[in-house]
């Protein structure tokens, strides 16, 4: 089973996977292609790298999870020393997960709470 892409203004906006080829305005592609990637020179590629979806993704949890309880002095003020010190390191380790041994191939993302 092949993995096809379906390009628009050289950006993929559709992947599929099939037995058979596809329609000569579907692209072979690799597994990791998405949708929003590039069309570059008549091959597919990944609009960001493993590094940046990595990123964007521990940038995700802050915003989610940190942000709104961090950036807000009543919900901080809230919380006891002890949950301060533990929303401090979490957001401490997600913001280091660029320094791990295995990244980006292989994450140990924090757990709120565990670090």
Same mark, same amino acid.
């Given at each position: 089973?092949?993995?096809?892409?379906? #390009?628009? @203004?050289?950006? *993929?906006?559709? =992947?599929?996977?099939?037995?058979?080829?596809? +329609?000569?305005?579907?692209?072979?592609?690799?597994?990791?292609?998405? #949708?929003? @990637?590039?069309? *570059?020179?008549? =091959?597919?590629?990944?609009?960001?790298?493993? +590094?940046?979806?990595?990123?964007?993704?521990?940038?995700?949890?802050?915003?989610?999870?940190?942000?709104?309880?961090?950036?807000?002095?009543?919900?901080?003020?809230?919380?006891?020393?002890?949950?301060?010190?533990?929303?401090?390191?979490?957001?401490?380790?997600?913001?280091?997960?660029?320094?791990?041994?295995?990244?980006?191939?292989?994450?140990?993302?924090?757990?709120?709470?565990?670090?």
């Amino acid at each position: 089973m092949a993995r096809y892409a379906i #390009i628009e @203004d050289k950006i *993929v906006i559709n =992947v599929a996977e099939s037995d058979t080829a596809l +329609e000569s305005n579907w692209y072979i592609c690799d597994d990791i292609i998405n #949708i929003g @990637d590039l069309l *570059v020179n008549g =091959v597919v590629v990944p609009k960001y790298s493993r +590094e940046d979806y990595e990123r964007m993704e521990r940038d995700h949890r802050l915003v989610t999870e940190v942000d709104p309880i961090v950036s807000n002095p009543l919900r901080w003020a809230d919380l006891s020393a002890t949950e301060q010190l533990e929303m401090a390191n979490y957001r401490t380790a997600l913001l280091n997960i660029s320094a791990q041994e295995g990244f980006p191939h292989n994450i140990v993302w924090p757990v709120k709470g565990e670090v």
